[in-house]
């Protein structure tokens, strides 16, 4: 009678003992297994999963065959799972304890491209946003980090498409300055506006802002009465950029374009700016110059993320650099 007990309680044991092991999801107990799981479930595109399995490889097989892989692949992971700051993180991390890892400029790579898509959440992905209204820290941190990886690793098969999204970044900056600069329009405040347009034209060269820097300038200097200080943006704008918006068919700029800047009305003083009827239009001729921001093509071109392999076996790095990479 005893003896039956006790196989009646080591059964109910047993059963306990594998529904919590159930509840927990397997146990894995070597390197190999570990590592093996994480990459089911990248391919499988379970984060989470993937990012718990390769932290516990690296904590429990810091000197193991799979450890510095995995730790590249934890940096990938954070980044799929939209955790830009802990992807930024874990690609520093792998750079100072391997800064002569055959694939450190990786590491680099995915800094820029962690910054690159930092604070794109689903709206911004899906919806019209302009990115050039947005708080620029995060493209200058990106554009940076891409900068760097460049200058040490100019034949890194990742240099392509840093260079494409440089580009991109390079635009959007000098952009955010013509935005600036109308805001200054608005507010009265030339000098700034005319320093704003100077710094594109000086810094942003053949980025499609050019046109509208210079019309700043031209803008700024006039209503500042120093018209001679405005001539040489306009010959420039009117030789190179005679579809602007703010010149007249005869290549003559029309001061009246922007004629509101600095003026305000009763409704705008009682309110603060808040209701303002007669806001200057501002100077953004994109429509003329870089078309594709009104649909964002080039933006989303960019940040494809989820590309399926064509075939099976490709590496998980052959989706993130849309195959150039294989």
């Known amino acids: 009678m005893r003896a039956r007990l006790l196989m009646v309680l080591a059964s109910l044991l047993v059963l306990v003992a594998c529904s919590s092991n159930e509840e927990q999801g397997p146990q894995y107990t070597t390197e190999k297994d570990f590592y093996e799981a994480a990459q089911r479930q990248l391919k499988a595109r379970q984060w989470e999963l993937a990012i718990e399995n390769l932290q516990g490889l690296e904590e429990n097989f810091p000197f193991g065959t799979y450890a510095e ?6 940096i990938y992971a954070y980044y799929r799972n939209f955790e830009h700051e802990a992807s930024s993180a874990a690609a520093d991390r792998f750079i100072r304890l ?13 800094k820029g491209l962690s910054s690159f898509t930092e604070g794109n959440g689903m709206f911004e992905r899906f919806l019209p946003t302009d990115l050039t209204r947005r708080d620029p820290g995060a493209a200058r941190e ?4 891409f900068s760097q990886l460049l200058a040490r690793f100019p034949n890194s098969t990742y240099a392509p498409d840093a260079r494409k999204r440089m580009i991109y970044l390079r635009n959007l900056l000098a952009r955010y300055e013509i935005h600036v600069a109308n805001y200054y329009f608005k507010r009265g405040a030339y000098v700034a506006a005319v320093n704003r347009g100077r710094y594109v034209v000086e810094n942003f060269q053949q980025t499609p802002a050019v046109p509208d820097a210079l019309a700043v300038m031209v803008q700024g200097y006039h209503l500042l009465g120093m018209d001679d200080l405005g001539t040489n943006p306009l010959t420039t704008l009117s030789h190179n950029y005679p579809e602007h918006p703010a010149l007249n068919s005869d290549g003559t700029f029309d001061y009246q374009y922007s004629s509101n800047s600095g003026e305000s009305s009763w409704v705008s003083t009682v309110t603060f700016g808040l209701f303002d009827k007669k806001e200057p239009p501002g100077f953004d001729s994109r429509e003329i110059y870089n078309p594709e921001w009104k649909n964002k093509q080039n933006y989303q071109e960019l940040n494809q993320e989820e590309q399926e392999p064509e075939e099976e076996g490709k590496p998980w790095y052959n989706w993130l650099t849309f195959g150039l990479i294989d």
């Open 142 to 145: 990106s554009f940076a980090h």
């Open 69 to 74: 892989q995995a730790q590249l692949e934890l």
């Open 98 to 110: 391997h800064p002569q890892h055959r694939n450190v400029d990786y590491a680099y790579y995915m």
